[in-house]
């Protein structure tokens, strides 16, 4: 069983840039994604990454802001938002898939983390 903790939430203004985190108690070398759910709106992918690192994959929404990477010596995966808007209001969710590749919806979630952006 992996347990998938985010970190980093929390509230900014227009413009301005976050760092989400998560930390997982076990072996992170699958594929990991970070979702998000807003107020009023279905739960949305925002971004995934493989197992090494070298491929990901960005919602349009986020694409040019947002950044995925992972550290696999210390089993965390970050989220670095810039350039963030009120429409980026929204629970973030960090993900597990069950494979190297994000194939398949993501068998793992953390409890997930406020971003509230102010306009």
């Known amino acids: 069983q992996v347990q998938l903790v985010e970190s980093g939430g929390g509230l900014v203004q227009a413009g301005g840039s976050l760092t989400l985190s998560c930390a997982a108690s076990g072996s992170i070398f699958n594929a990991m994604g970070w979702y998000r759910r807003a107020p009023g709106k279905q739960r949305e992918l925002v971004a995934t990454?493989?197992?090494?690192?070298?491929?990901?994959k960005y919602a349009d929404s986020v694409k040019g802001r947002f950044t995925i990477s992972r550290d696999n010596s210390k089993n965390t995966v970050y989220l670095q938002m810039n350039s963030l808007k009120a429409e980026d209001t929204a629970v973030y969710y960090c993900t597990q898939y069950g494979s190297m590749w994000f194939t398949g919806p993501p068998i793992y979630w953390g409890q997930g983390t406020q971003v509230t952006v102010s306009s």
């Open positions: 990454i493989n197992s090494g690192g070298s491929a990901t």
